[in-house]
């Protein structure tokens, strides 16, 4: 079981990125995928996420700007990023988690894509 991370590079502020984060080793549709990010020296922060339901919801700085979307049949999250500035960049790590019932969950992270933006 693993989540597969890609779409990030080097991208002037103002620019676009989409990142895609696909799961393999899984046979069901995960309930919650999302994104966090952590810059340098920072702590890793959550970007947004997506629940399998379609509900979206986005950290306060990135509202407007970046697009949380996915594919359930694929287990595969997107993340469309528009108007990216330089305290955008960093890290880009995908997350999932399950409640598979009976105290089992699945929790799992992707391996980090790196985003850069320049000024």
């Known amino acids: 079981v693993q989540l597969q991370a890609s779409g990030g590079g080097l991208v002037q502020a103002g620019g676009s990125l989409r990142l895609s984060c696909a799961a393999s080793?899984?046979?069901?549709?995960?309930?919650?995928m999302g994104w966090y990010r952590q810059a340098p020296g920072k702590q890793r922060e959550w970007v947004a996420q997506?629940?399998?339901?379609?509900?979206?919801n986005y950290e306060d700085s990135v509202k407007g700007r970046f697009t949380i979307s996915r594919d359930n049949a694929k287990n595969t999250v997107y993340l469309q990023m528009k108007s990216l500035k330089p305290e955008d960049a960093g890290l880009y790590y995908c997350?999932?988690?399950?409640?598979?019932?009976?105290?089992?969950?699945?929790?799992?992270w992707g391996q980090g894509t790196l985003v850069t933006v320049s000024s």
């Open positions: 997506s629940t399998i339901g379609g509900r979206t």
């Open positions: 080793g899984i046979d069901f549709s995960i309930n919650e």
């Open positions: 997350h999932a988690y399950s409640d598979l019932g009976d105290g089992g969950e699945l929790d799992i």
